[in-house]
């Protein structure tokens, strides 16, 4: 069974203006943590943002935001404010408990217009 | 610090022949994963060492794929014979024992990853 589904498999965005990424996922352990990756066309895996599955708030780290919602299972990314930069394929994973491993979803790739 | 260093870059091989990949993990970083990435998808998981112990191998094709974590740093994953199905991205990657109190959230460190081609 599919763990972690991003069902977007390419968006657009307009430069300056906010986009968010979906993901789903799909877990029995109450402990668990969600990551967002960018892979840039040259290929290195770039960690942005973190969220476990006890903490209260929403994660945040600079122009990247994170829309956790529980019940749903889903946790979304926000990028805010475009840039040119942001252009790259994004990747959403879960870590059950303290296994270690990530799984990935399929990805999202991201294109943002001037 | 110094990040997650791989070997080769690249790499074209013909079917039925082997090959391997080096890396060498942050300093301090007790897991070691290897990752494959076919084009177009997210990486799958082949195996995670815990210092040279194997954590998980469930992905790993066996037949034809081996790694090893020597002493604990650098790790080797080999093919053997390739196959034109295992043409992919290798990634390498490493991270803080996930296990231990306050870890949980640490995230993995990935390398440039090794793209290989099987002809």
């Known amino acids: 069974a599919q763990k972690i589904t991003q069902t977007q498999p390419g968006m657009f965005v307009q430069e300056k203006e906010a986009v968010t990424l979906d993901c789903t996922y799909d877990?029995?352990?109450?402990?668990?943590?969600l990551f967002w990756y960018k892979q840039p066309s040259s290929g290195e895996m770039i960690f942005l943002i973190y969220q476990g599955s006890y903490d209260q708030q929403n994660a945040t780290e600079g122009r990247y935001s994170l829309n956790f919602q529980k019940a749903r299972k889903s946790a979304n990314l926000v990028i805010s404010a475009s840039q040119l930069g942001d252009s790259a394929m994004y990747f959403c994973?879960?870590?059950?408990?303290?296994?270690?491993?990530?799984?990935f979803g399929q990805g999202t790739t991201l294109q943002v217009k001037p | 610090e110094a990040g997650v260093a791989q070997s080769p870059r690249y790499k074209i091989i013909e079917k039925r022949q082997s090959v391997a990949f080096w890396c060498n993990p942050i300093?301090?970083?007790?897991?070691l994963y290897w990752y494959q990435q076919i084009l177009g998808q997210g990486p799958k998981l082949l195996i995670q060492f815990q210092n040279n112990g194997v954590v998980d191998d469930s992905q790993l094709p066996k037949d034809r794929f081996s790694a090893e974590r020597l002493k604990g740093v650098d790790s080797t994953l080999k093919i053997q014979p390739a196959k034109l199905e295992d043409s992919a991205v290798y990634l390498c990657?490493?991270?803080?024992?996930?296990?231990?109190?306050?870890?949980?959230?640490?995230?993995?460190?990935f390398g440039n990853g090794t793209r290989l081609t099987v002809t």
């Open positions: 300093s301090g970083h007790a897991t």
């Open positions: 990657a490493s991270s803080l024992y996930p296990g231990a109190k306050g870890q949980g959230n640490s995230p993995l460190h």
């Open positions: 994973a879960m870590r059950e408990g303290n296994t270690g491993k990530l799984i």
């Open positions: 877990t029995s352990d109450p402990s668990y943590g």
